[in-house]
């Protein structure tokens, strides 16, 4: 990888004075020359997924003369720090933007990366459940049950109580063989955690 870097270059000269002079004289004459370049943004993260709470550590690894850095996180946040670290409130994608400056010949670069980073929710026990139809089975043996948990939901696992199961779907129809009470679990899952949710079904027939 090239890298462009400021440097300075000392130019020691020996003047024509130091043969009109002592042996313990020296006449010098130094010229200073500062070399700029361009800079080239890049960052790197430790992880660009993580589950709610999420915080995330970003690390500059930009190329060339650079002394000001400019973060947008893609929520409303900036920084203005080398290696900042961020905390993500809400599940979502985010865009990040880095630029950097050379204070000296005020150039700069810009690196966009769009949806980079990917905030993932957990599942919101307050608000799940499942609903069984109807609610006894006074007329029926066969019931509809179905998933009212919001979010993003990867996967369904149903247990009817009477050693039977059924999966990947959120809303499923079971019937039963015998009249009995059975106690049906439906288990949750996402990217982050798993709930489980249990009710108590009578069947009458």
């Known amino acids: 990888m090239k890298r462009i870097w400021m440097f300075t270059i000392f130019a020691v000269a020996v003047t024509a004075a130091f043969l009109a002079t002592s042996c313990d004289e020296l006449i010098t004459e130094v010229n200073e020359i500062t070399i700029s370049g361009y800079p080239r943004a890049s960052f790197i993260v430790e992880v660009d997924s993580c589950c709610l709470p999420c915080t995330i550590q ?8 650079h002394q000001e850095w400019s973060w947008n996180f893609g929520d ?3 920084a203005i720090i080398q290696d900042p670290l961020h905390s993500y409130a809400q599940a979502g994608k985010y865009t990040i933007i880095l ?5 000296v ?3 700069d670069d810009r690196q966009i990366r769009f949806n980079y980073i990917n905030v993932k929710d957990t599942l919101p026990s307050s608000r799940g459940g499942f609903t069984i139809n109807p ?3 006074a007329d029926t043996i066969t019931f509809a049950f179905n998933d009212t948990t919001f979010g993003d939901i990867k996967s369904w696992s149903w247990d009817f109580g009477d050693s039977s199961a059924a999966g990947l779907t959120q809303s499923v129809n079971h019937t039963y063989s015998t009249p009995g009470t059975y106690e049906i679990r439906l288990t949750i899952e996402n990217d982050c955690d798993s709930l489980d949710y249990i009710d108590t079904l009578i069947v009458t027939n």
């Open 99 to 103: 630029t950097i400056t050379d204070t």
């Open 135 to 137: 609610t006894r089975g």
């Open 105 to 107: 010949d005020n150039n």
């Open 76 to 78: 409303g946040s900036t």
């Open 58 to 65: 970003f690390f500059d690894d930009s190329d060339g003369p």
